[in-house]
């Protein structure tokens, strides 16, 4: 029998918060663009998926962005939508 040992995890957790544009999609379902982030865009069928699907794209932008070395955007502009606010685990150095 193995035993499974939890270690805390060593970081800091930081929100992040950015507008997101809900766009009815000609095909059906909702694009959801974070104008802040390029405009990186994902979809889906629904507005809830869309939401849930959006919330999945800022996280990896934002982790792929850490991992880069690169800053992460911050919303400078006034933009219409919804804020949308994810949480990630930064690694303390």
């Known amino acids: 029998m193995s035993t499974m040992q939890v270690v805390p995890l060593q970081g800091r957790i930081i929100e992040y918060t950015y507008t997101v544009r809900y766009i009815p999609a000609e095909e059906g379902g909702y694009l959801a ?10 979809q889906g069928e629904t507005l809830e998926e869309a939401r849930d699907m959006v919330k999945d794209l800022i996280q990896g932008h934002i982790e792929a962005l850490l991992k880069l070395g690169r800053p992460v955007p911050e919303e400078t502009e006034v933009y219409q939508g919804e804020k949308i606010t994810v949480r990630l685990i930064v690694s303390v150095a």
């Open 33 to 42: 663009q974070v104008p802040a982030l390029n405009g990186a865009t994902t």
